[in-house]
């Protein structure tokens, strides 16, 4: 359908972005403490070993329609282009906050495989929108620098237990 589907947009947005932001929760066999994923994923972090850090990837229903929101988010603004553009900042907030979430790698490659169709769509919504286009890449490529480091950081130390 490609941008003969703008108009729907307002009715599907806020579901996908309910969707993108929820929250998984989980708890330890044992404990009655539940908590958000990645906190309870903090506490219970395996040691690693001198030389290969441990990484642990959840992977639950939640997490799983937390993905296919976001790269649906994607297709949306791959497909649409400038159409998409009144809901760039929101989807931008809403991506740039999982850009480096620990609990699950898919759902951090579905956030840097959307975060460049955001840039196109700016464009296309507004090609003369010069200072906007850099503002918009400079973010989105300090937070995908910032994860990438906290990524290469996480994999050549080893994780320390107090």
């Not at 729907?8 to 806020?14: D, G, H, K, N, R």
């Not at 219970?44 to 639950?60: E, L, R």
């Not at 196109?120 to 989105?140: E, G, T």
Request: charged content about 20%; aromatic content about 6%.
């Amino acid at each position: 359908m490609g941008k003969e589907f703008a108009p729907y947009l307002e009715s599907v947005i806020p579901s996908l972005f309910a969707m993108a932001t929820l929250n998984p929760e989980m708890s330890i066999q044992g404990s009655t403490n539940v908590g958000d994923i990645v906190d309870v994923l903090n506490e219970v972090k395996p040691d690693a070993s001198d030389d290969k850090a441990k990484h642990i990837n959840i992977n639950t229903d939640e997490m799983e329609e937390k993905d296919v929101a976001i790269q649906m988010l994607g297709v949306f603004v791959d497909e649409l282009a400038g159409a998409y553009a009144p809901y760039v900042e929101q989807t931008s907030r809403i991506l740039l906050a999982m850009i480096d979430y620990e609990a699950n790698d898919s759902i951090r490659n579905s956030v840097a495989s959307a975060l460049p169709g955001l840039v196109k769509c700016v464009k296309a919504a507004d090609p003369s929108a010069i200072v906007q286009l850099q503002n918009i890449s400079r973010i989105f490529l300090e937070n995908l620098w910032k994860a990438i480091n906290l990524s290469l950081i996480h994999i050549s130390e080893p994780t320390r237990r107090s």
